[in-house]
């Protein structure tokens, strides 16, 4: 997906349509993460918007995204930057359990790569951590 120069990680309110064009290919990672062929083949066709909305409630920000994918296939994820773990079933991914937080690169933990290609972009990225609670993986992004 690619953002409007006018957006920033503080403002992601919109409805935003995955363009396959400028995305990386996810089968390999989808496969990593335990999802069947089947069901990858379907989300590589699949169109999939994502309708978000960001707010700051009791001095926390927080992010909704709800997903919309071809077939009217729905999820939703309610995200806390407060970097606590919580809860979600995921209709993916099954159970996982994850933890949001505004954060500055130099924090991240581990891996370089989470570091890199963000030049133009100072100040603070979200960071999301996920665990699956069955399938032996978990997930670190940064944006």
């Known amino acids: 997906m690619a953002a409007p120069s006018n957006k920033t990680l503080k403002d992601l309110n919109g409805k935003w349509v995955m ?33 978000v909305k960001e707010y700051t409630k009791d001095d926390l920000t ?3 995204v709800h997903q919309v ?6 999820s939703t994820e309610e995200r806390t930057l407060d970097w606590v773990f919580r809860d979600h079933s995921d209709r993916i991914f099954g159970e996982v359990t994850g933890k949001s937080r505004w ?3 130099e924090a991240v ?6 570091k890199e290609g963000w030049d133009d972009l100072p100040g603070e990225h ?3 951590w996920v ?9 670190d992004q940064v944006s």
């Open 126 to 128: 979200v960071q999301a």
């Open 62 to 64: 927080h992010i909704d």
């Open 69 to 74: 994918a071809t077939g009217n296939i729905q």
């Open 103 to 105: 954060v500055k690169l």
């Open 109 to 114: 933990d581990d891996d370089a790569f989470l």
């Open 131 to 139: 665990e699956s609670k069955g399938g032996g993986w978990t997930a």
């Open 19 to 51: 363009n396959k064009t400028l995305s990386d290919d996810t089968d390999r990672i989808l496969q990593m993460q335990g999802v069947g062929w089947f069901l990858r083949r379907a989300i590589s066709l699949a169109t999939i918007t994502l309708t």
